[in-house]
């Protein structure tokens, strides 16, 4: 069984960064995907990044891309999302999440969830 731990989040003002991190325990298959998804106050759950278990190849929703950048440490098993150029509409509740396919970007495609990380940005 997999289990995810997210940490790292926390309030900051517009423009400031911020870095989360998300280390798995038990068995991920090599094709896994490994995804940060956001879930905003009194709004749906939206996916945010993934990136490859093996090997890398990132990719990330227009919300967010050429500001937040995934990534991983193989020996720590631990994925990161670096998160610059916040706003205040990156305020949510940040989840780290597996899937056993490649490139998934739905919810649904993801069965192992962690119990999440808040990041607040004020103006």
């Known amino acids: 069984q997999v289990q995810l731990v997210e940490s790292g989040g926390g309030s900051v003002q517009t423009g400031n960064s911020l870095k989360l991190s998300c280390e798995a325990s038990?068995?991920?298959?090599?094709?896994?995907?490994m995804g940060w998804f956001r879930q905003p106050p009194g709004k749906e759950r939206e996916f945010v990044a993934g990136i490859r278990w093996t090997g890398n190849s990132p990719y990330y929703s227009d919300s967010v891309k050429g500001r937040f950048t995934i990534s991983k440490d193989d020996a720590k098993r631990t994925v990161y999302l670096q998160m610059d150029s916040l706003k205040v509409e990156d305020t949510a509740l940040y989840l780290c999440?597996?899937?056993?396919?490649?490139?998934?970007?739905?919810?649904?495609?993801?069965?192992?969830w962690g119990q999440g990380t808040q990041v607040t940005v004020s103006a």
């Open positions: 038990g068995r991920i298959y090599t094709s896994s995907t």
């Open positions: 999440a597996r899937s056993p396919q490649w490139g998934s970007r739905r919810m649904s495609d993801f069965g192992s």
